[in-house]
């Protein structure tokens, strides 16, 4: 098992239709590839985990790196994991906003792009993984 952990930013201002579309074509090439994982959308910035077979994921994420709806990708983690956290998803979605981080964190960021400047690879898995949604 392994995972990879990334944020990026949209190129244009995403409507509804536009995330609709992206989840779509994500679901159904991640079942394709038996990769699973959750994405973050907040205000405009992509979070999103990916986790499955090493290959796979990589393929997963050489795929999105090519997206041109898509800039300013960065890796902040990945590696080998004990096993899946979302294995019933082949991409779980949330829209949080900056407040739900802040109340998450319990401090005041001022915006979305300075919160990821200063998270850690562990601020951001609890992010992904704190969703009393699913």
Same mark, same amino acid.
């Given at each position: 098992?392994?995972?990879?952990?990334? @944020? &990026?930013?949209?190129? $244009? #201002? @995403?409507?509804? %239709?536009?995330?609709?579309?992206?989840?779509?074509?994500?679901? %159904?090439? /991640?079942? /394709?590839?038996?990769?699973?994982? !959750?994405?973050?959308?907040?205000?405009?910035? @992509? =979070? +999103?985990?990916?986790?499955? /077979?090493?290959?796979?994921?990589?393929?997963? $994420?050489?795929?999105?790196?090519?997206?041109?709806?898509?800039? &300013?990708?960065?890796?902040?983690?990945?590696?080998?994991?004990?096993?899946?956290?979302?294995?019933?998803?082949?991409?779980?979605?949330? !829209?949080?906003?900056?407040?739900? =981080? *802040?109340?998450?964190? +319990?401090? %005041?960021?001022?915006?979305?792009?300075?919160?990821?400047? /200063?998270?850690?690879? $562990?601020?951001? =898995?609890?992010? =992904?993984?704190? *969703? #009393?949604?699913?």
């Amino acid at each position: 098992m392994y995972y990879l952990i990334y @944020f &990026a930013y949209e190129s $244009f #201002p @995403f409507k509804k %239709e536009d995330l609709e579309d992206l989840l779509k074509q994500t679901r %159904e090439k /991640n079942a /394709n590839h038996q990769v699973t994982g !959750k994405l973050l959308y907040v205000e405009g910035t @992509f =979070i +999103q985990l990916l986790e499955g /077979n090493e290959q796979a994921v990589k393929s997963i $994420f050489s795929a999105i790196e090519r997206d041109k709806r898509i800039i &300013a990708l960065k890796v902040v983690a990945q590696g080998p994991a004990m096993a899946r956290h979302f294995p019933d998803w082949s991409m779980a979605y949330e !829209k949080i906003s900056l407040a739900d =981080i *802040n109340q998450l964190e +319990q401090c %005041e960021h001022k915006g979305v792009k300075e919160y990821l400047t /200063n998270a850690t690879p $562990f601020r951001l =898995i609890k992010l =992904i993984a704190s *969703n #009393p949604l699913l």
